[in-house]
């Protein structure tokens, strides 16, 4: 048997076994600042619509500092305001969640 012909037949094969394979979706992460301006939010609320759109679940996360700790209120309400700007069709897998560093939460497509 040629040894191109055997090559050939094994990637075949190889090929029509990975075909009914689906990606698992993956965890993406992106982070936000509580000084982060409106022209950056919707940048990354497009990257976050990139990301849902290929399937992939999206971790939003909100870093404070220093006295930004202080002031939770106004970071939640900042969170919020994020997942308004995400312009495709979502839902929260869990709900924002206060850490001591920050919040948190993951979306999903619907």
Do not use: C, N, W
């Not at 939010?41 to 990257?47: F, G, N, P």
């Not at 404070?64 to 002031?71: F, I, Q, T, V």
């Not at 495709?88 to 924002?96: D, F, G, K």
Request: charged letters at 45%.
């Amino acid at each position: 048997m040629d040894f191109g012909k055997f090559k050939y037949e094994r990637e075949k094969g190889d090929r029509e076994r990975g075909r009914g394979k689906k990606k698992e979706p993956e965890l993406k992460e992106l982070r936000i600042g509580f000084t982060t301006g409106k022209g950056d939010l919707a940048r990354t609320a497009e990257k976050a619509k990139e990301f849902l759109e290929r399937g992939d679940k999206v971790r939003i996360s909100m870093r404070l500092r220093g006295r930004e700790k202080a002031h939770g209120s106004l970071a939640m309400e900042k969170f919020k305001e994020f997942l308004e700007y995400i312009p495709i069709v979502h839902r929260l897998e869990s709900p924002p969640k206060r850490f001591p560093q920050g919040i948190s939460t993951v979306i999903v497509k619907e």
